[in-house]
């Protein structure tokens, strides 16, 4: 008992290390959402053999999408004719990366690593796109219909076939705002929830069963913990968020920050299910060249990492949870903590437990998925602004 409270209170001291800049980063991506949509990505992901790797590099570091979204999302961009350059870019550097990651990378590991997570996630992306545009064919289907781009805000609002009442609403700049909060704090939150808390708990359980003995023999230094870093999280099926406060509890153990940096590039993008879906989308030999970018290049930056640490006599375990002394940032993280796990309560309930009230403990046959569905422009389909669907009428009442 005394272990298992051991535990929870470990991983409560990271998730207060973390609330605060996770919950910026959410707010960041969720306006960015609204801000940028996906078809403007799809855009300059046609923009030629170079150009086209740059942006998609670019872009795809901030760009709020895990592993298992950004796949979706670029078979979309392919239909709008993106080359598979640009398309391997995007691949590479947004599931390493997201706003909300880099800003839990800081929370957690401190300012270096978090510089070194982006600047690694951009040089691999590049690699990986410029072999496969210069060595391949590449080019954009010509015969793939190019979709014209829609309102991120309702989804059908792109001005072609749509009521101008409705192409007007949902335009302005503070509706765009709300609708980018709403994604952050539901959409997104929704998929990284459960990946955030599990990450959090498996934190604790390292932090206090783990002996640093075994970490330092094991991913201590040099090229050996690099390769036993990819070994370790290359097949876990795990997001940027959540190898964010995994890689810090194996810091405080005793890991090297190369090691670390290579756990939190690796992991993210080389799951099984993104490689198998990757091989799918755009073929075994652009498949090699993504893994073997993301591979090479992250011990080669590890590498730099270890070089930088070492230079300047940086500890990386000085970090954890070092983002301020004060008694007002203390209670700032406190409260942060506090709304973080009020949000991801609600997404538990939302997404899990409501389904099984409904179901299993007051018999309820139907969950709100399969309710009557009402359309409306929010549903892609042009309804009255402002209609609510049956299911979100739902959602509000309860």
């Not at 999302?73 to 550097?93: D, E, I, Y």
């Not at 979709?147 to 949902?170: A, E, H, L, R, Y």
């Not at 500890?315 to 709304?339: D, K, R």
Request: a neutral charge; proline letters at 4%.
């Amino acid at each position: 008992m005394e272990i298992i409270l051991e535990i929870f209170k470990s991983s409560w001291q990271i998730l207060e290390s973390a609330a605060l800049y996770l919950l910026f980063g959410f707010v960041i991506a969720g306006i960015l959402r609204s801000l940028v949509s996906e078809d403007t990505v799809a855009k300059y992901l046609r923009s030629g053999r170079f150009k086209s790797v740059f942006y998609s590099s670019l872009l795809g570091i901030p760009f709020p999408l895990c592993s298992c979204g950004v796949v979706p999302a670029v078979a979309g961009f392919k239909r709008q004719g993106a080359n598979n350059g640009a398309c391997l870019s995007f691949l590479t550097s947004t599931p390493e990366t997201g706003i909300d990651s880099i800003a839990l990378t800081y929370s957690l590991l401190g300012p270096i690593l978090t510089a070194m997570r982006p600047v690694t996630a951009f040089i691999s992306a590049m690699c990986a796109g410029l072999l496969e545009n210069y060595t391949g064919k590449s080019c954009a289907d010509s015969s793939q219909t190019i979709v014209n781009p829609s309102c991120v805000i309702d989804g059908c609002c792109d001005s072609t076939g749509c009521d101008p009442q409705i192409d007007k609403w949902g335009h302005t700049f503070f509706h765009k705002l709300h609708a980018g909060i709403k994604f952050a704090f539901n959409e997104l939150m929704g998929d990284l929830a459960v990946w955030f808390v599990i990450g959090i708990f498996l934190a604790g359980i390292i932090h206090v069963l783990v002996p640093s003995s075994w970490v330092n023999a094991a991913l201590g230094s040099g090229v050996i913990s690099y390769l036993m870093a990819i070994i370790i999280s290359g097949p876990m099926y795990v997001c940027a968020t959540l190898s964010t406060p995994v890689t810090a509890a194996l810091v405080m153990k005793g890991m090297s920050p190369g090691a670390a940096l290579v756990m939190l590039m690796v992991g993210p993008a080389t799951n099984i299910p993104t490689i198998a879906m990757v091989g799918g989308l755009l073929g075994k030999r652009a498949l090699g060249i993504y893994v073997g970018s993301i591979v090479a290049i992250s011990v080669a930056m590890a590498y730099v990492t270890d070089i930088i640490y070492q230079t300047f006599s940086i500890s990386p375990m000085a970090y954890l949870g070092l983002t301020g002394e004060s008694f007002l940032w203390t209670q700032a993280e406190l409260i942060a903590a506090i709304i973080l796990s009020a949000l991801i309560l609600r997404v538990f309930w939302r997404n899990y437990l409501r389904l099984y009230v409904d179901r299993f403990l007051l018999g309820r046959n139907a969950a709100l998925s399969d309710r009557p569905h009402k359309c409306s422009c929010a549903d892609n389909c042009c309804g009255a602004p402002g209609q609510k669907s049956t299911d979100e009428k739902a959602e509000s009442s309860l």
